[in-house]
T-cell receptor, first 114, second 113 residues
Framework: GQQVMQIPQYQHVQEGEDFTTYCNSS?????IQWYKQRPGGHPVFLIQ?????EVKKQKRLTFQFGEAKKNSSLHITATQTTDVGTYFC??????????????FGKGTKLSVIP | NAGVTQTPKFQVLKTGQSMTLQCAQD?????MSWYRQDPGMGLRLIHY???????DQGEVPNGYNVSRSTTEDFPLRLLSAAPSQTSVYFC????????????FGPGTRLTVT
């Protein structure tokens, strides 16, 4: 089945530093979604990337989809304490026999030291 | 517009007991799903439904049953609880299926002793 690797598992940064999490798939993806989960909360959708090489920005967050549509990254510039949480990628791809599947990465837990 | 709601928020069961986790959405989404979240494991799909009367298995379906009699509701039944089912359970819904934005409920934290 589809394998989705997300690294790093944990990241501790000083407030104001940048942060990046990477998501790699074993198969070519139809699209990739990113979610944020605050401590004790539920996953909340951030963005979806569909096109090869796509780059999207949301304020201090930059999302990229690789040219081969097998990897993606989320970069946060100048982290703030409000960025604390776990960031998940979710890879959507064809799984055979006419069906698709959405596979979540294990997430990167971000801690921000004030 | 409440979005996706789940009850209960917390539950403690003894091994062998059964229970139903409730999930409802008011967004008229056809696609609904159940995930479990364990430390270091991310979110794993248990069961999903593409519409009323249609359900299918996900990655980890053993020990769980679902049914979908209405568009709004998608309950998850634990048949005979086991300690391995201790987890946080999230229900999600989507307008167009897995390839679209998933709206998650607040979760049910289940402990099986």
């Amino acid at each position: 089945g589809q394998q989705v690797m997300q690294i790093p598992q944990y990241q501790h940064v000083q407030e104001g530093e940048d942060f990046t999490t990477y998501c790699n798939s074993s198969t070519t993806l139809s699209n990739i979604q990113w979610y944020k989960q605050r401590p004790g909360g539920h996953p909340v959708f951030l963005i979806q990337l569909v096109k090869s090489g796509e780059v999207k920005k949301q304020k201090r967050l930059t999302f990229q989809f690789g040219e081969a549509k097998k990897n993606s990254s989320l970069h946060i510039t100048a982290t703030q304490t409000t960025d604390v949480g776990t960031y998940f990628c979710a890879a959507f791809s064809y799984s055979g026999a006419g069906s698709y599947q959405l596979t979540f990465g294990k997430g990167t837990k971000l801690s921000v030291i004030p | 517009n409440a979005g996706v709601t789940q009850t209960p928020k917390f539950q403690v069961l003894k091994t062998g007991q059964s229970m139903t986790l409730q999930c409802a959405q008011d967004m008229n989404h056809e696609y609904m799903s159940w995930y479990r979240q364990d430390p270091g494991m991310g979110l794993r799909l248990i069961h999903y439904s593409v519409g009323a009367g249609i359900t299918d298995q996900g990655e980890v379906p053993n020990g769980y049953n679902v049914s979908r009699s209405t568009t709004e509701d998608f309950p998850l039944r634990l048949l005979s609880a086991a300690p391995s089912q201790t987890s946080v359970y999230f229900c999600a819904s989507s307008y167009g299926g897995e390839g679209y934005e998933q709206y998650f409920g607040p979760g049910t934290r289940l402990t099986v002793t």
